[in-house]
């Protein structure tokens, strides 16, 4: 059974039970914007089913609840932002609130975000850009879920790549995508509901193929595209920890129990003014391609189907499990 609720009402569930668990309203306010729009977006294992464990890690202390992110400008096109163990979202807001003005002064800027948490629906995130009219890359490292190709041990997360860019008048496009063959969060959603995933996703700690959720989660998750998939992986820990000073995906405790130290995870974002590196016409060449694309039959946009779940979910709300509800309620 589930129950409907508006988004300002799932809003505000998340908000209420984040603020019961000892975070500050303007931060709790933050992650349940960032949770409910993975929800609306059709994203349910980066949406409301994190609300119980980040609840449990705000009462335990692994992550801030009150932490105020803190940026600095250490170069003309370079935004350093330290999450002071908080949760991500209110890093990512920032990085979003201050980039665009650089970009319009440089061309172009990137923002390192160090001693983050768990960064969400990344496609989220650059989405907000381009509605801004600017192209944007980002990536994020995960606790430790992926071996290196060939190997047994977690030493890269799933590490989600997304990009996004204008196209005029139409909805921007926007790609996200994590490296391993699904995102953990379906996993872990699979978990919760008390269903097997299907064969192909994981593997458990002795390197076997499995369907057994618990399993999986207590192995590593299968790369995308096998060793590119992994090399990919590889890269990403390089930008979004190496470079940004934040632990890498083999250092991090998990996102999914209270245990441990906070996980210490990094993200890194690129924006690009896409007329001071283009011209004038720059944004109109981006939307040509992306008309080839639409003109041939059978393909479709990446971005778009999140976009029309948002907006229905705007009309009609999103549907919540009567368990999560009841759980979320409880906290």
Not at 82 to 92: I, R
Not at 131 to 158: C, D, I, K, Q, Y
Not at 213 to 222: N, R, S
Request: with cysteine; proline share 5%; net charge negative.
């Amino acid at each position: 059974m589930t129950e409907r609720l508006s988004i300002a009402e799932a809003e505000t569930l998340a908000s209420d039970a984040l603020h019961r668990a000892s975070t500050a309203p303007s931060q709790a306010a933050s992650v349940a914007r960032g949770l409910v729009a993975a929800e609306a977006a059709g994203q349910s294992g980066h949406g409301l089913r994190r609300l119980v464990a980040y609840c449990a890690q705000a009462r335990a202390g692994k992550v801030a609840g009150a932490a105020v992110p803190q940026a600095e400008r250490t170069r003309s096109a370079l935004l350093r932002i330290d999450a002071g163990n908080g949760f991500a979202f209110p890093a990512l807001d920032l990085a979003v609130e201050q980039l665009p003005a650089i970009v319009r002064e440089t061309g172009v800027a990137s923002a390192a975000i160090h001693r983050s948490h768990h960064a969400g629906v990344l496609g989220l995130t650059v989405e907000r850009f381009a509605e801004a009219g600017l192209v944007a890359l980002m990536m994020a490292n995960s606790p430790g879920a992926m071996a290196p190709w060939g190997g047994t041990r977690a030493l890269f997360g799933t590490n989600p790549i997304a990009f996004a860019a204008p196209l005029g008048d139409q909805e921007p496009i926007v790609i996200d995508l994590s490296l391993s063959k699904i995102a953990r969060g379906k996993v872990m959603a699979a978990k919760q509901k008390g269903v097997a995933i299907p064969e192909g996703w994981a593997l458990d700690s002795a390197g076997q193929p499995t369907t057994d959720p618990d399993a999986a989660l207590a192995g590593t998750m299968l790369p995308m595209g096998d060793a590119k998939g992994a090399a990919l992986a590889l890269v990403v820990e390089m930008l979004s920890a190496g470079l940004t000073g934040a632990n890498y995906a083999y250092e991090a405790s998990s996102l999914f129990d209270d245990k441990g130290p906070p996980p210490g995870l990094g993200q890194w974002i690129l924006v690009i003014d896409p007329v001071a590196m283009g011209g004038d016409h720059a944004v109109e060449r981006l939307a040509a391609l992306v008309g080839e694309i639409s003109a041939e039959s059978g393909t479709r946009i990446p971005g778009r189907k999140g976009r029309a779940a948002r907006r229905e979910a705007l009309e009609t709300g999103i549907a919540v499990d009567d368990d999560l509800l009841a759980a979320i309620r409880a906290i």
